[in-house]
């Protein structure tokens, strides 16, 4: 059986791990937060480096974060600004997203709740669900 999360107790993760964020060069710090299928809460941050094309997402720090603390897959999954406010992942972290959580990937996003499906069709895959 999936877990399942109020997405306001989400958010408030993905706002708590703001506070790691390291946006020296843009001052947009993004925070991210998921829980998995078995029921456990990972979030990332994002890194930023002076050579843009080497920032860490938020969304890659999440993934770090899911693999270091045992893999899974992902159910849920939330992203927000330094303000709090639910934002959207690029098209990059949406394919990853995809690949740790598969079509049903349930995202908040501005517009309400979302798959990772309807956010990023015919994904990239060569994994069978």
Not at 15 to 27: D, E, R
Not at 41 to 64: F, H, M, R, W
């Amino acid at each position: 059986m999936e877990a399942d999360m109020d997405w306001d107790a989400l958010v408030g993760h993905a706002s708590a791990s703001t506070i790691h964020a390291y946006a020296p060069y843009s001052g947009y710090v993004v925070g991210a937060a998921a829980l998995t299928a078995d029921g456990r809460v990972v979030t990332g941050c994002n890194v930023e480096n002076a050579s843009y094309g080497l920032t860490l997402c938020a969304e890659c720090s999440l993934i770090s974060a899911l693999h270091m603390s045992g893999g899974g897959r992902l159910a849920q999954f939330v992203c927000v600004d330094g303000l709090g406010q639910v934002i959207t992942p690029c098209g990059r972290c949406r394919q990853l997203l995809w690949e740790h959580g598969g079509p049903s990937l349930r995202l908040l996003t501005p517009e309400g709740e979302r798959t990772i499906s309807q956010m990023l069709p015919q994904a990239w895959s060569e994994l069978s669900e």
